[in-house]
């Protein structure tokens, strides 16, 4: 029923093991996500998928975040950051301050503009992903919501120290 | 047990629903591993996740693809795989010709050098791979992969058409 179309997945061969075929089918669905949303983040609000993110965290920290944090959530790397950063602050999205504490870094905060303009995306963001995850039962994703979760907790426990 | 670190996932709110859930630790999971796999390509090989990909797909494929077929299994645009394939021409890893039915279509391929270069890396990759799934049971594994369909067959169900 799957796999009939060309994507990631077409380059597996018989041989291959169980893990490597477990990450393709994860990788290839979560591309195939981000392809949906990122050009409808596009095409209806003129923004995309790091943008959305960025503001996405910082919704949720009404006091603002330090760069270095909004790195680290995000799991980007801190040039990336600072780009977007920059690209926002010139869209009035968000501001950016000095702590108080330490000159040296600096804070980002949403701007009310930034709020609204959040708000109103992540409407539309959750109705797209609630139809593309559609076709599944509840007990379908809450399982595979638990799995998921046994899976991060594999890779932060077997992966590099960051 | 998991979501204890700072990631994607802790964007979520009380009141968010399940299939946005699903998707953020689909996402964070399938983010991790990326940060894992790439900058170890780099380390051991100097290379990088999508030159590993685009090489993938030519290894199944000994006759070669047309530029706009690895487009579309790598799931990335036309511009990036150009780009790309330039690169691994420059490096001699892979070839280049027009198609003999149509001069405007160019075939891509893998050299001598460029299945070698590709089997060593896919070595690697794939001990990394496992390594960074051991934590999950083969009856876990089995599930993951199946539930992973269903969700593939619903975003391609319910996406827009490509």
Known sequence: MTATALDPETRLGDDDHDALRLWLRLFTCSTMIEREIGPALKREFGSSLPRFDLLAQLERNPDGLRLGAL?????????????????LVADGLVTRRRAPEDGRVWIVALTPDGR???????????????RLLGKLSSRERTQLHSLLGHLKSSIRHEGSPQ
């Open 116 to 130: 609204r303009s959040f708000a109103s995306m992540a409407r539309a963001h959750e109705r797209w992903i609630a």
């Open 71 to 87: 790195s680290e959530r995000l799991l980007v790397t801190g040039g990336n950051v600072t780009w977007l950063v920059n690209s």
